[in-house]
Nanobody
Framework: QLQLVESGGGLVQPGGSLRLSCAAS????????IAWFRQAPGKEREGVSC????????YYTDSVKGRFTISTDKAKNTAYLDMNSLKPEDTAVYYC???????????????WGQGTQVTVSS
């Protein structure tokens, strides 16, 4: 069974950092695009970042450029989202998603994790 499981969310003060993990099972990340999305209360789901595991190309939405870094560890079959200089507006449930054919931050991902809550507050 193909599955993505996120972890690493929590409560952090503004300016702090968190590392989210997305562990894949049932398939290998090679050849897949992995993306991170987030959804804040009362708002639509927003694409944050994605990485192609074919060529390593990455994309970041403007609001997180320079603060967030997406990466993968193929040996661990896990993707990461390193989040620095966190702001209260980064508060959301963060989801990872995987696709064997799609690259981007649209909704066309075949596999989705269950989400992990990130709260940025003092």
């Amino acid at each position: 069974q193909l599955q993505l499981v996120e972890s690493g969310g929590g409560l952090v003060q503004p300016g702090g950092s968190l590392r989210l993990s997305c562990a894949a099972s049932g398939f290998t990340l090679d050849g897949y695009t992995i993306a991170w999305f987030r959804q804040a209360p009362g708002k639509e789901r927003e694409g944050v970042s994605c990485i192609s595991n074919l060529d390593g190309v990455t994309y970041y939405t403007d609001s997180v450029k320079g603060r967030f870094t997406i990466s993968t560890d193929k040996a661990k079959n896990t993707a990461y989202l390193d989040m620095n200089s966190l702001k209260p507006e980064d508060t959301a449930v963060y989801y990872c998603a995987g696709s064997s054919w799609y690259y981007g931050i649209g909704p066309s991902y075949e596999y989705w994790g269950q989400g992990t809550q990130v709260t940025v507050s003092s």
